[in-house]
């Protein structure tokens, strides 16, 4: 049995009466298609930020493996040179200060802020440059580290340094 259908097709907001369906089939096969090619895209573009991701993670992996932390128990600010000198609680190497001034890393230090409650709160802020050290009396490792701030620094940042604190490579920074 055959029959015969006249339909009334919309394409492109326009109301049109059609014998047969080739304009409509077309715009099946070309949206068919635009959504083939978009997958395909989006399937592409999934896979680089993949990729991407995994060398961001490889990235931070090596800064907190690089990230050293430093404990000290006093502080000395020299105006003249423009440095704060840290006595550290624990000595290091020479080689382990090599690594850290050459080139200089930048770091945070342990500050305190008064909150309105009269507390004290502890953070680090960036301050300076880690550019020298000072050996101890044998001359074999380093019990002091010199930060210079450079006179960029405001007196509050450097009074709110902490007599006794930590200091940390802000790789990050670099």
Known sequence: MEIKVYPI?????????KSDLTDL???IWEKEEEVKNERENNQVLA???EQWQSVIDIEKEIIKDQKLTFQYRQKFYDQQRQ????????????????????PPLPVTISTTKQ??????????LPIGDIVDGEKSSNGEL??????SIGD???????????DAGKIETNLQDQ
């Open 9 to 17: 097709v919309e394409i492109d907001s326009n109301l049109r009466r």
């Open 25 to 27: 089939i077309y715009k």
């Open 47 to 49: 896979a680089t930020f």
């Open 83 to 102: 440095i704060v000198i840290l006595s550290l609680t624990e000595t290091i190497s020479v080689e382990d200060l090599e690594k850290i001034t050459a």
């Open 115 to 124: 909150s309105s409650s009269t507390r004290k709160k502890s953070k680090q």
């Open 142 to 147: 380093i019990e002091k580290l010199h930060i």
């Open 152 to 162: 960029f620094c405001p007196d509050e940042i450097i009074q709110s340094i902490s």
